[in-house]
Every structure is written in structure tokens, then in C-alpha cells.
């Protein structure tokens, strides 16, 4: 399966908020562990405590992201998550030139 890279942003519970002034420690390093043990390449990650979110950039398949979603939604640390596939500017002028070329082929609904 072809890999995509992929935003997620995490909203973080106020038990998340408890465990980190209660047991300061490093949770990238832990997200990354559970990202890696998926088969995800975490780029980087990022902390918004102004909105209450984590987000991250990772490489991997849609369903290792599900797993990753799972296991975070499970631990009762977050109240919501988004996973948001994201491309870089040269795959998306590919995809415009493609749409470009079979954009004829398509019928709208309101035509």
C-alpha cells in the first residue's frame, strides 16, 4: 500500500492536562512508541495548550492511523481526534494536471 502523509490533531482531556502537571515527562517520546509500534513515521508534533490539542505529522496507511486513533481515543486522554491526509505542492499539481485530463469524463449530479 502506498503511504500518505498525514495531519492529526488530538484535543487533549482535562485528565491529560492532570497527568502532565501531576507526572511532567516527554510525550512525544511515547506518541512517537505508539505511532512506530503502528508502522507510522512521526515527522513531528506539536502542542497548542491555547486550544487544547496535540497535532502531528506522520507517514503511514490509513489503517495504521485508525489503529493509532484507537489506542489514544481508548486511553481517555483526548475527547476527540483527525487524522487529515495532506499532500505537498508538487503531488498537487500532479493531481491537477490529472483532473485536468479526465475532468470531461464526469457527469455532474446538477448538469
Sequence with gaps: MLKSLYMTRAKLS???FK???????????????????AGVTMH?????????????????IAEQFAAVEMVIASSGTVTSFEGIEIIDSKSMTAAMQT?????????????
Design 44 to 60: 513531528k508534533m506539536y502542542f497548542s495548550v491555547s486550544t487544547a490539542e496535540i497535532v502531528t505529522i506522520g507517514e503511514g
Design 19 to 37: 497527568g502532565y502537571v501531576n507526572d511532567p515527562k516527554d510525550r512525544e517520546a511515547a506518541v512517537q512508541a505508539l505511532m512506530s509500534a
Design 99 to 111: 483532473a485536468n485530463k479526465i475532468v470531461s469524463s464526469y457527469q455532474a449530479p446538477n448538469k
Design 14 to 16: 482535562n485528565e491529560a
